[in-house]
């Protein structure tokens, strides 16, 4: 693993946590565009991410880079294709065999787990009780955005429940795993989008309808594909790479507040107590576990490096 700087390291850091806010319009972008079965609308924004990126690696010259990261090892493509394609799997299979928003949070305990999974299998570090705070924290704070339905936890939802949840954890583990794997470039997402897209078309071909659906946005689809379902894919692949991973994993519970933010802005959520109090935690769970509070020196420095 090549050594990052200190300044590469917070450029990266603040390139994943970009990504926060592109994740922030996907459930915006998703509810525009229309009634697409979801994995035709997985293969159409990771083929178009894929497509783009080529694209654009090609204008910029670098062909050879992108021959190098087709040769990454199996390794590589068995986490970046699986990865990419197996959590939005498991997500799809879960918002349909149990409530939406119960298998929404079950699925967002990926953040925690990447703070968890950071101290326990990377190089040189270790999980402190001021991670687990911070992580609580954030996902109590997440928690709050359901709703005071609660859970039902009737056997009807059994599976969709354990399937969020592994969910969850093929996110964490492709996000920590991708720092394992830091010599594989970022340029090799454009494959592994492509190659997800390949799955999710298959998918698609052999379980949904066929046919394109009537009322659906293609202008939100392109949204999706540039932006949450696209270029975050990148972003963050950057930052687990060459950032900052346990802060980006907290900073990760800012995206379902700021996902409801935007909804509000568009009106199609309504401001509310709950909603302060869900920032509060979330903002104040990412400082104490990040280690920016008095007296959190060495944290800090330990935060420092990792990388």
């Given at each position: 693993?090549?050594?990052v700087?200190?300044?590469?390291?917070?450029?990266?850091?603040?390139?994943?946590?970009?990504?926060?806010?592109?994740?922030?319009?996907?459930?915006?972008?998703?509810?525009?565009?229309?009634?697409?079965?979801?994995?035709?609308?997985?293969?159409?924004?990771?083929?178009?991410?894929?497509?783009?990126?080529?694209?654009?690696?090609?204008?910029?010259?670098?062909?050879?880079?992108?021959?190098?990261?087709?040769?990454?090892?199996?390794a590589?493509?068995?986490?970046?294709?699986?990865?990419?394609?197996?959590?939005?799997?498991?997500?799809?299979?879960?918002?349909?065999?149990?409530?939406?928003?119960?298998?929404?949070?079950?699925?967002?305990?990926?953040p925690?787990?990447?703070?968890?999974?950071?101290?326990?299998?990377?190089?040189?570090?270790?999980?402190?009780?001021?991670?687990?705070?911070?992580?609580?924290?954030?996902?109590?704070?997440?928690?709050?955005?359901?709703?005071?339905?609660?859970?039902?936890?009737?056997?009807?939802?059994?599976?969709?429940?354990?399937?969020?949840?592994?969910?969850?954890?093929?996110?964490?583990?492709?996000?920590?795993?991708?720092?394992?794997?830091?010599?594989?470039?970022?340029?090799?997402?454009?494959?592994n989008?492509?190659?997800?897209?390949?799955?999710?078309?298959?998918?698609?071909?052999?379980?949904?309808?066929?046919?394109?659906?009537?009322?659906?946005?293609?202008?939100?689809?392109?949204?999706?594909?540039?932006?949450?379902?696209?270029?975050?894919?990148?972003?963050?692949?950057?930052?687990?790479k060459?950032?900052?991973?346990?802060?980006?994993?907290?900073?990760?519970?800012?995206?379902?507040?700021?996902?409801?933010?935007?909804?509000?802005?568009?009106?199609?959520?309504?401001?509310?107590?709950?909603?302060?109090?869900?920032?509060?935690?979330?903002?104040?769970?990412?400082?104490?576990?990040?280690?920016?509070?008095g007296?959190s020196?060495?944290?800090?420095?330990?935060?420092?490096?990792?990388?």
């Amino acid at each position: 693993m090549s050594a990052v700087s200190p300044a590469e390291a917070r450029r990266a850091t603040l390139w994943g946590a970009s990504t926060v806010l592109s994740w922030a319009t996907l459930a915006l972008f998703t509810q525009w565009a229309g009634p697409v079965p979801p994995f035709l609308l997985t293969a159409l924004c990771f083929g178009l991410a894929g497509g783009l990126a080529l694209l654009v690696f090609l204008v910029r010259g670098e062909k050879h880079a992108l021959a190098e990261a087709f040769r990454q090892p199996p390794a590589g493509w068995l986490l970046g294709v699986g990865g990419l394609f197996g959590y939005h799997l498991c997500y799809f299979i879960a918002q349909q065999n149990a409530p939406a928003a119960n298998a929404g949070l079950i699925s967002y305990l990926w953040p925690l787990l990447i703070v968890i999974l950071a101290g326990w299998l990377l190089p040189g570090e270790r999980l402190r009780g001021i991670h687990l705070l911070g992580g609580v924290c954030g996902f109590i704070g997440a928690a709050l955005l359901v709703g005071p339905s609660g859970f039902d936890w009737a056997g009807e939802y059994t599976l969709g429940y354990l399937v969020a949840l592994l969910a969850a954890f093929i996110w964490s583990g492709y996000s920590v795993a991708s720092r394992l794997l830091s010599r594989i470039p970022t340029t090799a997402v454009a494959w592994n989008c492509l190659g997800a897209a390949v799955l999710a078309l298959a998918c698609h071909l052999a379980w949904e309808p066929r046919g394109w659906p009537e009322g659906a946005n293609l202008w939100a689809i392109l949204a999706l594909g540039l932006g949450p379902v696209g270029s975050a894919f990148f972003t963050w692949d950057l930052g687990m790479k060459r950032g900052h991973v346990r802060l980006l994993g907290l900073l990760s519970y800012a995206t379902p507040l700021c996902s409801t933010l935007v909804l509000i802005a568009a009106g199609l959520a309504t401001p509310s107590p709950t909603l302060l109090l869900a920032a509060l935690l979330i903002c104040g769970g990412a400082l104490i576990g990040s280690g920016r509070l008095g007296g959190s020196r060495r944290a800090d420095g330990a935060e420092g490096n990792l990388r």
